[in-house]
């Protein structure tokens, strides 16, 4: 089986830290993006992986490169953002015949029963019920459990079960087939559900599986309540934290290492990423970037990039890597 993660997109919701940071790599709760999403696999005996890399793509390809050096990961350009769908094209020649692929969204962290859907005979779809079903892709069932059919973002929902970015695909062949035959150009954007709709079409038999919990991680307000989520569970945050000069630690948090922090109030729900440097500051519910610079300022429901120099007095920011902000 291939694990297929598409993280060529720009993230532009995330911005400024998209700018100079693939989202994938933004960090909560400790770890990456893309290491929540690739340690579950390794963890579940799985080390073959194509990575579809575009918007600062060697970023990502350094980062694999560097942290996984034990997986078998291969690396494909979508040099146009002509979406999800023309991105699973380019992996054909990566796929053998009918081989098996999971195709999971590089900002997708889920908590479902990986095993269960590993070891299905038949092609899965990911969902979970939404409330406003409007803004994804939609998936209408069968009284038995049949996917009847797939919709990118309909304005009016055949159902509240919204697709949440993983896919399991056992007729490989046929969905590269169908690609071929529908001869799409790519011009413009080709979702993924398009695909999924056309093979439902062609009588390929899809199921769904339902996923406990779905962590957005696409904008700043959605990625801070997932670190606070993710934080809330015990293998995330910090359990042992170094004695820190005149300062209080309210967990959960998440410290990396090698961080300068005294005279300043912690928590909860702080992630801070490795030599990170916070003096005389208050900071909660917010995420710090590695070797970030913080100094007489109060922080709540703040993303900060790393690299980043803040003095003064703040409320709340949103700012991107490599910014120095003083406001004194």
Request: with cysteine; charged share 25%.
């Amino acid at each position: 089986m291939k694990i297929v993660i598409p993280v060529a997109g720009a993230g532009a919701k995330l911005r400024p830290h998209t700018y100079t940071q693939p989202k994938p790599l933004i960090h909560l709760a400790g770890k990456t993006i893309l290491s929540f999403i690739i340690d579950q696999f390794i963890e579940a005996g799985h080390n073959d992986f194509i990575f579809i890399i575009g918007y600062l793509g060697d970023k990502i390809k350094n980062y694999v490169e560097e942290n996984y050096p034990q997986i078998n990961a291969s690396f494909i350009v979508q040099e146009e953002r002509s979406g999800t769908g023309h991105a699973i094209y380019l992996t054909k020649e990566l796929i053998g015949e009918n081989e098996e692929m999971l195709i999971v969204y590089g900002d997708t962290i889920c908590d479902f029963d990986l095993k269960e859907v590993l070891e299905s005979k038949q092609s899965l779809l990911g969902v979970k019920k939404v409330d406003d079903p409007r803004e994804f892709g939609v998936v209408e069932i069968s009284i038995d459990g049949i996917v009847k059919g797939v919709v990118e973002k309909p304005k009016i929902p055949m159902s509240n079960l919204a697709l949440v970015g993983v896919y399991k695909i056992m007729e490989t062949k046929k969905m590269f087939d169908i690609l071929e035959k529908e001869n799409h150009s790519f011009n413009e954007e080709y979702h993924l559900t398009s695909i999924l709709e056309s093979m439902v079409k062609n009588g390929i038999e899809m199921g769904v599986f339902y996923v406990n919990n779905w962590f957005d991680c696409g904008k700043k307000e959605t990625l801070l309540e997932t670190n606070a989520t993710l934080l809330s569970k015990v293998e995330y945050a910090s359990e042992e934290i170094p004695f820190f000069d005149n300062t209080i630690i309210i967990h959960p948090v998440s410290i990396a290492k090698d961080c300068e922090i005294e005279n300043s109030i912690i928590g909860p729900n702080v992630t801070i990423g490795e030599n990170a440097i916070i003096r005389n500051s208050m900071v909660t519910d917010s995420i710090i970037g590695s070797f970030s610079v913080l100094e007489k300022v109060v922080l709540h429901s703040s993303l900060i990039g790393s690299d980043a120099m803040i003095k003064g007095n703040s409320q709340s920011l949103n700012i991107g890597d490599n910014t120095e902000i003083d406001l004194r």
